[in-house]
């Protein structure tokens, strides 16, 4: 048996029920801790932090370079420019929007995303 989102061998016992997928542990812990953007105590945490030590992940800075650099930008054209899937983009950009780094927002009828201040 194989996980069905990473494709590494399963044993049997060692296999988790996700969306009707069999996963391995890790795949499993991935999609139950996904973080959410609208989480009121996550920016608390998050914004504490920042005023002690604002560090970014490499994909969180290439995020928010990308976007002070560009402007405004949909979730595809970041995800296509940067070489990243769309689940990495909404789990680094959650965090940027807790540390209230950056935001989306709507233009038109497209959802961009931007630098919290602008």
Not at 47 to 71: A, M, W
Not at 88 to 99: I, K, P, Q, S, Y
Not at 101 to 111: E, H, I, R, T
Request: include cysteine; proline fraction near 4%; charge should be negative.
């Amino acid at each position: 048996m194989r996980c069905a989102r990473c494709g590494c061998e399963l044993s049997e016992g060692n296999t988790y029920e996700f969306g009707g997928q069999t996963l391995c542990e890790d795949c499993y812990i991935d999609r139950m801790a996904t973080p959410k953007t609208c989480d009121p105590w996550a920016v608390y945490t998050a914004k504490r932090t920042v005023e002690k030590n604002p560090t970014l992940t490499p994909l969180q800075q290439k995020i928010y370079d990308f976007i002070s650099h560009r402007g405004p930008a949909d979730m595809e054209t970041i995800c296509s420019e940067l070489s990243i899937t769309e689940e990495d983009f909404r789990t680094a950009f959650a965090v940027l929007r807790h540390m209230e780094l950056c935001k989306a927002s709507k233009q038109g009828d497209k959802v961009v995303y931007t630098l919290f201040n602008s």
